[in-house]
Nanobody, 127 residues
Framework: QVRLVESGGGLVQPGESLRLSCKASGFNMDTYAIGWWRQAPGRDREGVTC????????YDLETVKGRFTISRDNAKNEVYLQMNDLNPDDTATYYC????????????????????WGQGTQVTVSS
């Protein structure tokens, strides 16, 4: 069964950090681009960052540049999202997703490109 499972969410205070993990099973993640998306209550789903399969290029939402870093460990079939200097606007359910057709370029603006989605992990930033 093809699955993505996110973990690492939680409740943190503004300025703190979290590291999310996305574990794949049932397929080899190394041939897929992986994106992190988020959705806050009452808001549309938003692409946060993605990493390509061929060369590890990354693309970030402007508001997370310099704070969030995506990385991948193909040997472990996992992708990570390091989130630093979190603020309340980052509060959302975070999802990872896999795009099989993005070797040298990935998108954070077209969720339809992503064929496999995880169930999400909640991140809450509050004082």
């Amino acid at each position: 069964q093809v699955r993505l499972v996110e973990s690492g969410g939680g409740l943190v205070q503004p300025g703190e950090s979290l590291r999310l993990s996305c574990k794949a099973s049932g397929f080899n993640m190394d041939t897929y681009a992986i994106g992190w998306w988020r959705q806050a209550p009452g808001r549309d789903r938003e692409g946060v960052t993605c990493i390509t399969s061929a060369d590890g290029s990354t693309y970030d939402l402007e508001t997370v540049k310099g704070r969030f870093t995506i990385s991948r460990d193909n040997a472990k079939n996992e992708v990570y999202l390091q989130m630093n200097d979190l603020n309340p606007d980052d509060t959302a359910t975070y999802y990872c997703a896999a795009d099989p057709d993005a070797r040298y370029y990935c998108t954070i603006y077209a969720p339809a490109h992503y064929h496999v989605w995880g169930q999400g992990t909640q991140v809450t930033v509050s004082s």
